[in-house]
């Protein structure tokens, strides 16, 4: 069985990209269960969310889920007392609360299954399971150090898998002493196999026995971990000293992911090379694996943009963008690859050269993101709005909401 898990707070910014995580988990049919582990909510909140989740999420599937949690995400001192906010906390306290008290998972009986842990801003292309067959697959690709180190063909017992980051063996130069103890194997790691192995991020993909295992010590090391560290990211270099201080190799993967389109490698963005540019915009609004292989997941945590008219950026978008009365995206025209050589993103002074590889990646995403955002939003409508009052028109442009 599959457990494909995502970890928000309870805030409306994260209540429209969730929808997006359940939405394109039915579109690819992703196997097992899919939960949202939302953490925080007051007590009146949860209540709401839950209202939401049964009338609108429940009907998707009998396989999607609600859990919710406390509030874990503040920062306390040696005396136990709260002084500060890191909202990434969430992710591996909701992860272990969801493995101890979750209504439809049971570790001592399912150590045998397979964890999925995801960002709440992403959305799949295709299923995540537990192979990746790095030998053969064309849909899977890996760095050419990492081939020759290869781990596993899919996810075992003391094998995970995870995306490649490039968080490198930064890991290391923190105090492991203090924060995983002086007999830490953690600290015996080597360069190499700490840039090998550890610089993983999201999806993270193990057995639940390990995950769990993970999750024990991925809860006890972060908080150390961000008080050496108080910055973006603590919570994925505490994961790295978990997984290294449990001697969990993790089989990296560059192709579970595309994201920025400005990396030199690391992602799959390799995968898309062969599709034509002029077929670029249409392929990307409704991808078909079957025809061109792409990545599981789009990561739209970074501002895409062509031109100046067209632009996409998380933080933009409202938080009420499946309203009844909101109206949808306008769409990207279907030769944007090749109408632009140029980006300019709202509030940047001065456009950016793109080259043809770069221009046929923020297509990609624009092209993507914009039919997604409106699919989902349909689809919404289509069952939540009283007939004849969803409004369906494309007139919402990006460009003018950030304006705005």
């Known amino acids: 069985r599959y457990h494909l898990i995502f970890s928000t707070d309870c805030s409306p910014y994260q209540h429209w990209q969730s929808y997006l995580v359940y939405f394109t988990a039915m579109q690819v049919q992703q196997p097992g269960h899919v939960t949202r ?11 709401k969310m839950q209202q939401w989740f049964d009338d609108r999420i429940a009907g998707l599937s009998h396989r999607f889920h609600l859990h919710l949690t406390p509030h874990f995400s503040g920062v306390k001192n040696d005396k136990g007392e709260e002084i ?4 990434f906390f969430n992710k591996p306290f909701g992860l272990k609360h ?10 001592k009986t399912m150590e045998d299954d397979v964890v999925i842990l995801i960002d709440p801003d992403m959305a799949l292309l295709r299923p995540i399971t537990r192979y990746a067959d790095i030998t053969t697959a064309n849909d899977v690709l890996i760095g050419p150090r990492r081939k020759e180190h290869i781990l596993s063909a899919k996810v075992v017992h003391g094998t995970p898998f995870a995306q490649t980051y490039g968080l490198g063996a930064q890991w290391t130069t923190f105090n492991l002493e203090n924060i995983a103890g002086k007999d830490s194997p953690a600290i015996q790691v080597s360069q190499e196999e700490a840039g090998l192995y550890f610089p993983a991020g999201p999806p993270y993909i193990a057995t639940a026995k390990d995950m769990y295992q993970i999750a024990l010590k991925w809860t006890e090391f972060v908080p150390r971990v961000h ?5 973006l990211l603590a919570e994925m270099y505490a994961y790295c000293i978990a997984a290294a201080h449990l001697q969990l190799k993790h089989q990296l993967v560059d192709s579970y992911m595309v994201s920025n389109t400005e990396t ?8 898309l090379d062969e599709i034509p540019s002029e077929e670029l915009c ?4 409704h991808p078909e694996p079957s025809k061109h292989p792409v990545p599981n997941v789009v990561h739209l945590c970074q501002r895409y943009a062509m031109g100046e008219d067209w632009f996409f950026g998380k933080r933009k978008v409202p938080h009420d963008f499946y309203d009844c009365e909101k109206p949808l995206l306008e769409l990207p025209p279907s030769n944007l690859a090749t109408k632009y050589t140029f980006r300019k993103p709202p509030n940047q002074k001065e456009p950016t050269e793109l ?3 770069r221009a046929r990646r923020e297509t990609f995403m624009l092209c993507y993101l914009h039919t997604l955002m409106n699919d989902a939003a349909t689809h919404y409508k289509q069952k939540a709005c009283p007939a004849g009052t969803a409004n369906l028109n494309k007139t919402m442009h990006m460009v003018d909401l950030f304006n705005k």
Request: proline share 2%; hydrophobic share 35%; charged share 25%.
């Open 355 to 357: 080259n043809l590889p």
């Open 282 to 285: 249409d392929f990307s609004a």
């Open 227 to 231: 008080a050496e560290y108080s910055h």
């Open 84 to 87: 500060g906010d890191y909202k």
């Open 37 to 47: 582990i939302a953490s925080g909510c007051s007590t009146a909140d949860g209540k």
């Open 264 to 271: 030199n490698g690391g992602e799959g963005w390799d995968l």
């Open 98 to 107: 969801w493995m101890e008290e979750a209504a439809n998972f049971d570790i």
